[in-house]
């Protein structure tokens, strides 16, 4: 199945792409999809910890099962005032 990956902030420049279509296996979750990620972007190591995921606009667990077609963001912490 294929997923929409978005990507904000300062993770772009690891991923190379505010956006990317990502190859997974049929039952696949959040957690599995981190693993890969972590996989072909080692860097992404720094960020995870502090990343929070959403599927289809809505935050997800890491058991959250994924479904062809759907939008995964990797959303940075923020700050500002």
């Given at each position: 199945m294929t997923?929409s990956?978005?990507?904000?902030?300062?993770?772009?420049?690891?991923?190379?792409?505010?956006?990317?279509?990502?190859s997974?296996?049929?039952?696949?979750?959040?957690r599995?999809?981190?693993?890969?990620?972590?996989?072909?972007?080692?860097?992404?190591?720094?960020?995870?910890?502090?990343?929070?995921?959403?599927?289809?606009?809505?935050?997800?667990?890491?058991?959250?099962v994924?479904?062809?077609?759907?939008?995964?963001?990797?959303?940075?912490?923020?700050?500002?005032?």
């Open positions: 997923i990956l978005l990507v904000f902030a300062h993770l772009k420049p690891i991923l190379g792409a505010e956006s990317r279509p990502v997974l296996p049929e039952g696949a979750t959040v599995q999809l981190l693993d890969c990620l972590l996989t072909e972007f080692p860097a992404l190591s720094e960020w995870l910890p502090s990343v929070r995921v959403a599927v289809n606009c809505e935050y997800a667990a890491p058991d959250t994924l479904h062809e077609g759907d939008e995964v963001a990797l959303i940075p912490p923020v700050s500002g005032g």
